[in-house]
């Protein structure tokens, strides 16, 4: 049995494997495509999660759950992988990450209106820190800038659009499942079908043919492997380890994810990019603070 000290550590190990995701998919899609990318990503995510999690039992599952769980998590997948691939170049790309970044507070917000979450009034300034941290990091250098964020946004909607959308999906997903899932995981199916609907998407749009080289494979191998063992160090750590520490560390995710990215890019990132990341990271913790301690009725 593992021990709980090396179960937090595991679930670590999961957050650094999350971080690398924006900076790994984007690596991938500018050899392969947006799409093309992204199916290639999940299919090895699925492969690997299959032998690490295996296929879960479908007739032990909810079928609320079954329905509802895959829609909203192949719906989520395709948006954050795709306004990262439809970036127009690296600094935007990590800029949607960031925008992604707006599901922790959302899921909070939500949880409020949905499932009957106490909480204090932190959950206000905590969500409206996160937003201006966000409009702070698409200001550009400049850092609160409402014209340039805009003239950002409209360089690239559906990108900044997509990236949006699936902050909003995530967070009604973690909602919903909290209540509809009965304990039960349907990761590797949910991976698998959303590998299927890129695939289906790529053949029917008629997307470029991939170019496979050696820099390719190296980012698809390291992609697939975050984004399956991500999960799997996951599950270990909120079973076996420490959640406290597991859930407050989750919550510096926009920071270690720039970081990683501006890294695996090679893509600088200006003082105001970073005071707006601190500021998604701060209003997440304050959301999070608000409902701490205090039990929803829908539980």
């Known amino acids: 049995m593992i021990s709980r000290k090396n179960a937090t550590l595991v679930g670590l190990l999961a957050i650094f494997f999350w971080s690398a995701i924006v900076g790994l998919i984007r690596g991938v899609t500018e050899s392969l495509g947006a799409v093309g990318g992204a ?23 909810p079928r609320r759950y079954l329905i509802w769980g895959s829609i909203l998590f192949v719906a989520y997948e395709l948006c954050l992988s795709l306004s ?6 690296n600094r935007q790309a990590i800029e949607v990450g960031m925008v992604n970044y707006l599901w922790p507070a959302l899921t909070m917000v939500f949880a409020i209106a949905f ?15 996160a937003i201006t941290g ?29 990236a949006f959308v699936g902050a909003l999906i995530w967070a009604t997903y973690c909602t919903i499942t909290a209540r509809i899932s009965d304990g039960k995981n349907g990761i590797t199916l949910f991976f698998m079908l959303t590998a299927c609907v890129l695939w289906v998407q790529y053949l029917a ?24 063992f991500g999960y799997g160090a996951w599950n270990v750590g909120i079973l076996h380890g420490n959640v406290t520490i597991l859930a407050g560390a989750s919550y510096f995710i926009p920071v270690f994810s720039a970081a990683l990215a501006a890294a695996i890019l090679r893509t600088p990132l200006s003082p105001p990019f970073w005071q707006g990341a601190a500021m998604v990271c701060a209003g997440s913790i304050l959301c999070w603070l608000a409902t701490r301690g205090r039990p929803s009725k829908a539980a």
């Open 134 to 162: 966000v409009c702070w990091v698409l200001g550009g250098d400049e850092g609160l800038d409402f014209a340039g964020m805009l003239a950002n946004i409209q360089d690239t909607p559906l990108s900044y659009g997509l």
């Open 39 to 61: 199916a290639m990503i999940y299919t090895v995510a699925s492969v690997l999660l299959l032998f690490t999690a295996g296929f879960p039992k479908l007739h032990e599952f």
């Open 84 to 89: 990262i691939g439809y970036a127009r170049s």
């Open 205 to 228: 749009t008629g997307a470029p043919a991939m170019r496979f080289d050696l820099s390719a494979v190296i980012y698809l191998a390291l992609a697939g492997a975050v984004m399956g």
């Open 115 to 129: 499932n009957n979450q106490k909480s204090s009034l932190l959950i206000v300034p905590g969500f409206a820190i």
